[in-house]
Structure formats: structure tokens, C-alpha cells
């Protein structure tokens, strides 16, 4: 990856270890991540990001995801780690380094077909110039994650409140005012 090119980039929000097993991703966390890997390699993208959440807890997110990188055949080099998220709109701040460093210029978000909608438009915020694209997963079961607080593992307690708790806030950062560009006076 020549520093200066432009980059397509794909990425895959985390979702988080199995409160009732933390030695396993949640089967939301895998299920994206094996269809980024297809993303990746059918976009002819140039490197996957892979969000993984929570400072005591990143690293073994990241281990697993990236051994079902592997076991689909990503090269190691391919791959970039965006640690100790805390929310979509921390993981797309969070990506400042790494978009500048790539020169990323497409953005492929991959992920729950509830969540990505949201993951998108907070990279639009923050990154007004990439060029946000979304892969939605019809994820098929929804589970508790090992969080620091009981309070950030509700939504993940089922189906419904899982829904719930991305449109609310989709709705919510829909109606957040625009940035507004300022240049120097002078």
C-alpha cells in the first residue's frame, strides 16, 4: 500500500465478546467479519479495519477476528486494528490516523444490517470527503457482549431491543446539527 495512492478501505464495526463465553466473538462479530474478508477480496480493497471495543477486552476481540481473517485467507499485511472502541461514533473518530495514513478515499462499512446505516452516516460526519459505501449482514442471532457495565450490554440482550436501540440512534444523529466549516479570516 503506497502511502499517497488513493485506498479503498473496508470496515467492520465491533460487536463484541459472548458474555456467557468471553473466550468467543458473538456470532454478530463473526458473521461481519467473515463477510468483510468477501468484501475485501471481491472490492479488490486494499486493506480491512477491524474495530474492537473496550479497553480491557480489545485484545481478545481482535485475536479472534483476526484468526477468522486468516482462516479466510487475508494476508496478515492487509489487515489494521482499531482498539479499545467505546461507540460507533468513537470508532469513526478513531479512523482520523488511519484514513490519512492509507490516503482512504472509499470506505466500505460492513456490518449489521440495524447498525450500519449509523456507522455510515457518523463516518459522513466526521469524513465529509470519503466516499462511504455499506454492506449490510442479516445477522441471525443477537447476544450479550462482556462490557465494563451491565448498562452497555443492553442492547445486545435480544433481537428487539437491539433494533430499538440503533434506529433510536440513527434517529437521534439524523437530527444532530451539520459541522460547519470555518476558514481563517484574512
Known amino acids: 500500500m503506497a502511502h499517497g495512492k488513493s485506498t ?10 459472548a458474555l456467557r463465553d468471553p473466550s468467543r466473538l458473538v456470532e ?13 477480496k471481491e472490492n479488490d480493497a ?3 479495519i477491524l474495530a474492537a471495543a473496550f479497553e480491557e477486552y480489545w485484545r481478545t ?10 482462516r479466510a485467507g487475508v494476508d496478515s499485511g492487509r489487515i489494521r486494528i482499531l482498539p479499545a472502541v467505546t461507540s460507533t461514533y468513537d470508532e469513526a473518530k478513531k479512523m482520523r490516523a488511519l484514513i490519512e495514513e492509507f490516503d482512504i478515499t472509499t470506505l466500505l462499512v460492513v456490518g449489521n444490517e440495524w447498525q450500519v446505516p449509523r456507522a ?22 443477537v447476544e450479550p457482549i462482556v ?10 440482550r435480544n433481537r428487539q431491543l437491539w433494533i430499538a436501540h440503533n434506529l433510536t440512534r440513527w434517529v437521534v444523529a439524523q437530527n444532530r446539527p451539520k459541522m460547519v466549516r470555518t476558514r481563517p479570516l484574512g
Open 61 to 70: 476481540e481482535a485475536e479472534l477476528r483476526i484468526a477468522i481473517l486468516d
Open 46 to 48: 486494499d486493506v480491512i
Open 8 to 17: 479503498k478501505a473496508v470496515f467492520v464495526p465491533s460487536y463484541g465478546i
Open 147 to 156: 462490557a465494563p457495565s451491565w448498562l452497555r450490554t443492553l442492547p445486545t
Open 120 to 141: 455510515a452516516l457518523a463516518f459522513s460526519y466526521f469524513f465529509p470527503d470519503l466516499r462511504v459505501q455499506t454492506e449490510p449482514v442479516r445477522t441471525t442471532v
Open 28 to 40: 454478530m462479530s463473526c458473521e461481519a467479519t467473515v463477510e468483510g474478508a468477501r468484501v475485501l
